[in-house]
């Protein structure tokens, strides 16, 4: 078994295959490959310690989640905390709570990076 340790922001493997606080439901991560490279998502499940499933609210939604391999997403610090309690309650998640927390997220990131209040270049 696989255990994931967060390295670098992306979660690495170690010996038994349980999730670490790098991966938890509502993180904001971006895919590092495919065809969806540099996507944000935000992290909807945790299927074992080598996926997980992501989804933006737009182009990938709630009821149809991405399965990604953990090895090809940078994870962030941040977490969208609507999205983790209604998870963690049970609550269904909206399409809308998805977008809306992404996109306040998207934009914090953007605005500590760059030292001001930034807005995030539009698309992917």
Known sequence: MTKLIEH??????????QPV???QVG???????????GRFYLVLGIED??????????????????????KHLKFYGVT???VAEKALSGK???NTDVRNELKSLVNQLYACN?????VAPPGR
């Open 21 to 23: 606080a790098g991966c």
């Open 80 to 82: 969208a905390n609507e």
């Open 27 to 37: 993180h904001l991560v971006s895919s590092t490959r495919g065809r969806d490279y």
């Open 8 to 17: 670098e922001g992306k979660c690495k493997e170690t010996s038994n295959r």
């Open 49 to 70: 310690g080598r996926r997980v499933r992501v989804a933006d609210g737009e182009v990938r939604k709630v009821e149809k989640a991405k399965r990604k391999n953990v």
């Open 92 to 94: 269904k998640i909206a």
């Open 114 to 118: 760059t030292g001001g209040s930034a």
